[in-house]
């Protein structure tokens, strides 16, 4: 009886150590399940993020791509339009520069135009103020000769007559006889012994001696 106690006391235990042990491997077996389990979930987890970053690091940069490129296109429209711009401008001040430079030719011609019909205008003036200077002056002359003419020939009649009138009233105031000459006069002798001329009023003028 004893043995056969012992020998279910040892089934018992052996059941119960057996029972333990399963649940123990179970145990393990399922610890290491969910490890499993975990460690894929995180690994599909990480791979998903991985993932989800890489999409989004390739959608970032395919943004910054294409806005680097709206950015190159626009400055390249910008260039475009600052070189049509300089070249407008260039053209608008070589236009400019023209115009301006046939204005001062025009203005250039036209007071070469009015200088020289200001010089002959004046030329004009000054031969015409000259010649009648000229004629002013040999008309003078012309006066001026033909009254000494006339006074030279009227001199010897004035002398003449002069020295008429002279001798005339020598013979008149005095009777003295003539002694002498004095500058071209006659000298008198008067009876007191007094030497004298008569002058051009006609009165004796006496020579002191």
Known sequence: MKKLLLLCLAFVFSNSFYAQETAVKEKVSKTKTEKVAKVKATATDAEKEAKK???????????????????????ASSSVDAAKEAKKQAS??????????????????????????????????????????????ATIAAKKEAAANVTNAAAPVTAAKTAAKTTANTATKTADQVTGEYHGKKVFTGPRGGKYYINANGNKTYIKE
Do not use: F, P
Request: aromatic fraction near 0%; glycine fraction near 2%; charged fraction near 35%.
């Open 53 to 75: 970053q890489a999409s989004n690091e390739k959608r970032k940069a395919t943004i910054a791509a294409k806005k680097e490129a709206a950015a190159t296109a626009t400055n």
């Open 92 to 137: 608008n001040e070589k236009r400019k520069a023209t115009i301006a430079a046939k204005k001062e030719a025009a203005a250039n011609a036209t007071s070469t135009v009015d200088a020289t019909k200001g010089t002959a205008v004046d030329a004009a003036k000054e031969a015409k103020k000259q010649a009648s200077n000229e004629k002013r002056k």
